[in-house]
Every structure is written in structure tokens, then in C-alpha cells.
């Protein structure tokens, strides 16, 4: 079953066939009104179920456009609103939801959720992010510099600052299939998932863990931070006092590449992870970044489809 679940499961021919279908399909969308389907249809008669454990926007709006634009339908639901917030197992739902749907899309806690789906469903299933990972707003990351300087990913040089949270696991997933370098400044005690590290070193990606921001940065042409305290966590003076360091700010950028790309996966703290200066500022691709997402999601939902 081809579910999208973890960059680390795919083959990098296949995330670059998602790529290359997203950069196609947003060219040919080129002055459309958002609201009309695709030319071809691809998708018509297509439901797509998705689940929602967390508050979101990106990623309702572009999954939800995303369907309607391939010419699909979607049926969207919080947990809570369904037999799953009153005990009844993700499996049984799989089971269910599988004889109704053809694809499901979840944004969850925890990642057990994810995969327990991903097993009893019997149609393909999406991550739209656990406690784990992103892979979906990393694809969006990747198309996004991809578009702004015309050239593959591959072989390029990226800075991940701040926690090592679940965009940093995906983001290291990326960086050892599809072969660019990634160096991740990082506070002790805030590390990525030792698992996702070690996996990704025995594929052979260049990936190095470092506890300088300036380190970090030094000549990367994209730099990429999130939020210091995630969707359910606690938020600790500490932590914030350990992430100081790694704020994004002029001083930080001017030490990466001429022209380096600034990328946030959104909603950001101004004045935390990154100053407004950064993030409202000519280096800045957020909104790029936000607005792929629908297209890469239009291509993982064709490629999970068997339509790639």
C-alpha cells in the first residue's frame, strides 16, 4: 500500500517524482481562480477522509483545496467528533473508514496512531504530522527551494535551528535520501530522535549535529527554524533560555550564503525563533512555503493514488 507516512520510507526517485508533478501542476494552475479543478481531473470521484487531532490551518486548507482542485471530495473531522473520542480503537476506525473512503490524511499526536491506521485501513494514508514528524510541510520546504533557485535539492546546504523537533526528524529524513547536506544547531538536551539520527547516518547523509547556531549557518543557502515550544508541550523558562541562542535573526543570516532563503513552516513567534526583520524581510519565502503545500500534497495524494 503506498501510504506517505515518513520521508525515510520513500525511494528518492519517488519523492522526486512527487516534486517534479508539484512544480508541473502549479505551472499549469498559473492564473486559474482557485476555486476550479484541475484540467484533468485526475482525482474525480475520489473521497479523501482527514482527521484532525491537532488545530491546524496550512494543512487543512491545502489538503481540503487540494482534493477539490484533482476533483475529488473530502470529508474533514476532529477525533473528538467522532467514535474515537469515545474509545473505540484507531484500528476498528481504519477498518471502517477504509470501506468509505479512498485516502485518509491525519494529523495526530502521537506517531502509534499514525501507523496503527496505516495497518487496518486497506487504502493509502498520509501523515499530516505526529509527535515524530512533517513529512508533508518538508516536501513543501523543498519544492519551495527548488522554485527559487531553479536547480534540484540535491547537493545543496541547509541550517536547522532551535529544537529538534519533529520538522528537524523529517527534514533529516530528506536531507539522507535525497542527498543534501543539513548541519542542525541544536541546544544540549533538545536533540532529534536518536533513531531517526542513526538511521539516517547509516544511509550515508551528511548531517552533522552541532551546538553553534553561527556554526550552523555558516554558508548554508537555506536556514529553517520552527517554534520552541510545540503544539502540546509545556511552555518552560528553560527551554526558551536554552533556544535563545539559536534565534534567527539579520545578525544570524548575514553569516549563511549571499542570498540564502529564510523558510518557517508556520505559525511563528516573532521575536523568539526568528525576528520580524527575518521573517518579514527579502530573504524570507514563507509565504511561498505556505502556499506549496497544496501543491506537494496535490502530488503525494496522486502518488499514494497509484496516478503518478
Known amino acids: ?27 499549469l494552475r498559473a492564473g486559474k481562480p482557485k476555486g476550479t479543478s484541475d484540467d484533468d481531473l485526475p482525482l474525480a470521484g475520489h473521497t479523501l477522509a482527514m482527521i484532525f487531532e491537532k488545530p491546524s490551518t496550512r494543512t487543512r486548507f491545502s489538503f481540503d483545496m487540494a ?5 475529488g471530495t473530502s470529508i474533514v ?12 480503537t484507531i484500528a476498528d476506525t481504519a477498518r471502517v473508514l477504509g ?46 527551494f527548488e522554485e527559487r533557485t531553479g536547480r534540484p535539492v540535491a547537493g545543496s546546504c541547509w541550517a536547522w535551528l532551535g529544537d529538534g523537533n519533529n520538522m528537524a526528524n ?12 543539513l548541519r542542525l544547531g541544536v541546544p544540549h538536551g533538545y536533540d532529534p530522535d536518536q533513531a531517526v539520527l542513526a538511521t539516517a547516518g547509516c544511509r550515508g547523509g551528511s548531517i552533522d549535529l ?3 547556531a553561527a556554526a550552523a549557518v555558516d554558508g548554508a543557502e537555506v536556514v529553517v527554524t520552527d517554534t520552541w515550544i510545540s503544539m502540546g508541550q509545556v511552555d518552560t523558562k528553560d527551554k526558551l533560555n536554552a533556544m ?6 539579520a545578525t544570524l543570516m548575514a553569516k549563511a550564503a549571499p542570498g540564502a532563503l529564510f523558510l518557517h513552516c508556520l505559525p511563528a513567534h516573532r521575536g ?37
Open 67 to 71: 482534493i477539490r482542485q484533482l476533483g
Open 272 to 308: 523568539e525563533e526568528v525576528t520580524a526583520a527575518v521573517i518579514d524581510g527579502p530573504q524570507s519565502a514563507i509565504w511561498d512555503e505556505a502556499e506549496n503545500r497544496l501543491h506537494v500534497q496535490k502530488a503525494i495524494l496522486l502518488w499514494c493514488l497509484g496516478k503518478l
Open 210 to 212: 552541532l551546538r553553534s
Open 1 to 27: 500500500m503506498p501510504h506517505f507516512l515518513d520521508i525515510a520510507a520513500a525511494t528518492a526517485p519517488g519523492l522526486r517524482a512527487i516534486l517534479d508533478e508539484a512544480h508541473r501542476r502549479k505551472a
Open 170 to 181: 523529517s527534514l533529516i529524513e530528506a536531507a539522507s535520501v535525497l542527498g543534501f547536506d
Open 99 to 144: 470501506r468509505m473512503v479512498d485516502a485518509i490524511m491525519i494529523r495526530t499526536n502521537s506517531h502509534a496512531t499514525l501507523d496503527a491506521l496505516a495497518d487496518n485501513a486497506g487504502v493509502p494514508v498520509i501523515n499530516a504530522l505526529t509527535d515524530i514528524s512533517h513529512p508533508c510541510q518538508i516536501m513543501a520546504d523543498i519544492m519551495t
Open 244 to 249: 535563545l541562542p539559536f534565534q534567527v535573526n
Open 77 to 88: 473531522t476532529s477525533a473528538g467528533d467522532m467514535q474515537l473520542g469515545r474509545g473505540e
